[in-house]
């Protein structure tokens, strides 16, 4: 029996190619068409119909993260026969704008319009990179995260200097790192409850020493840094980009269009 079904598979992915899997097909087939239809390419600056239209998808979706995230997904073949494939994700403003619009609406929390301007007009835009395989032995699917370098016309681009922050939180992780997010915000009132109990040890030292209190020590800014940033300006519709994923000791080539990512 487990033959006869690891041979259905087997034809099933053949038959797929290096298209979207059935299951896979499902979930796109939830996007609007004027997103999954989109053309235009990466989006920089976000006008307000941009940002509606963005904020309208997230809220629509909130029960149905797939949907959102098989909308900025590109998937790349690895190994057709062993059903092995590579997951691109781009976080572009859009993107983020949708995860934060249904993070919203799931938690019924009134979005902040100050941040919802700070993540429309972002200047850097994240890409992660996965290697998906399948077990054959057990067809359970494992995901692990791969290197890569982006090419334009044959030449590395330079990874973005500076990891942008609101209010102490990086929005690549807050919004696409859950756990990571976590650890932050423990990190940050671990240390705000150091400072008070600093402060109020200092205060009664001070007191005692009938000495003037100077100012209280105030909260650093705290936040984590996130990987694979890259500059909008970096990214034109005349050149040609190419995704190189090393992965265990091999490199494996393609083209990245990015055409289709809002």
Do not use: W
């Amino acid at each position: 029996m487990r033959h006869y079904l690891l041979l259905m598979f087997l034809l099933l992915t053949m038959l797929n190619g290096c298209a979207y899997s059935l299951r896979e097909q499902a979930i796109r087939s939830k996007i609007p068409a004027r997103i999954k239809g989109y053309q235009g390419g990466l989006q920089y600056l976000l006008q307000e119909d941009d940002i509606a239209q963005a904020v309208e998808f997230g809220k629509n979706n909130k029960n149905n993260p797939d949907v959102i995230r098989y909308a900025f997904l590109i998937k790349k073949e690895k190994s057709h026969l062993f059903s092995q494939s590579f997951y691109i994700n781009i976080f572009s403003n859009f993107h983020l704008l949708s995860l934060y619009a249904a993070q919203s609406s799931k938690l019924y929390e009134q979005p902040d319009e100050e941040y919802i301007k700070f993540l429309a007009n972002l200047d850097t835009f994240q890409i992660k990179c996965y290697e998906h395989t399948i077990d054959l032995n057990t067809m359970v699917q494992h995901s692990r995260e791969a290197p890569f370098i982006i090419l334009k016309d044959g030449v590395k681009i330079q990874n973005a200097a500076i990891s942008p922050s609101y209010k102490g939180q990086n929005p690549y992780i807050y919004l696409t790192d859950y756990r990571q997010a976590y650890y932050q915000e423990l990190m940050n009132k671990s240390v705000q409850n150091s400072l008070e109990y600093a402060n109020q040890l200092s205060k009664q030292y001070q007191k005692a020493l009938g000495v003037n209190s100077p100012a209280n020590m105030q909260m650093p800014t705290l936040t984590v840094t996130a990987d694979n940033l890259f500059y909008y300006k970096d990214f034109t519709d005349q050149a040609i980009y190419e995704i190189v994923i090393m992965y265990h000791n091999k490199e494996y080539k393609y083209s990245l269009e990015l055409q289709t990512i809002r």
